[in-house]
Nanobody
Framework: VHLVESGGGLVQAGDSLRLTCAASGYPSSIYTAAWFRQAPGKEREFVAAILWSGRTTAYSDSVKGRFTISRNNAMTTMYLQMSSLTPEDTGVYYC???????????WGQGTQVTVSS
């Protein structure tokens, strides 16, 4: 499975942004997919996850109510709709996928999100 993120950029606090993760190379084999982020000088952290077949979702407390994870019906693309962005949301956002529960074996290259105050 090959993952490619897009949609990052520079926005102002309070703005919205939608990230896209395109999956190729037998994406129907994905069991779960997720978004992670890494801020400068910090460890990578979990943002949101989705069960690929059933669309069940989970979010970190820091983004719950502001971010929405989803995928298209063709099961080839994942999205992260982000709203009410704050400077604390700044970082490189990665999409990840795995074929078993809790294991993310495939990662994208990341897309930079910068939120100015």
């Amino acid at each position: 499975v090959h993952l490619v993120e897009s949609g990052g950029g520079l926005v102002q606090a309070g703005d919205s942004l939608r990230l896209t993760c395109a999956a190729s190379g037998y994406p129907s084999s994905i069991y779960t997919a997720a978004w992670f982020r890494q801020a400068p000088g910090k460890e990578r952290e979990f943002v949101a996850a989705i069960l690929w077949s059933g669309r069940t979702t989970a979010y970190s407390d820091s983004v719950k109510g502001r971010f929405t994870i989803s995928r298209n019906n063709a099961m080839t693309t994942m999205y992260l709709q982000m709203s009410s962005l704050t400077p604390e949301d700044t970082g490189v956002y990665y999409c990840a996928a795995g074929k078993t529960k809790g294991a993310y074996s495939y990662w994208g290259q990341g897309t930079q999100v910068t939120v100015s105050s």
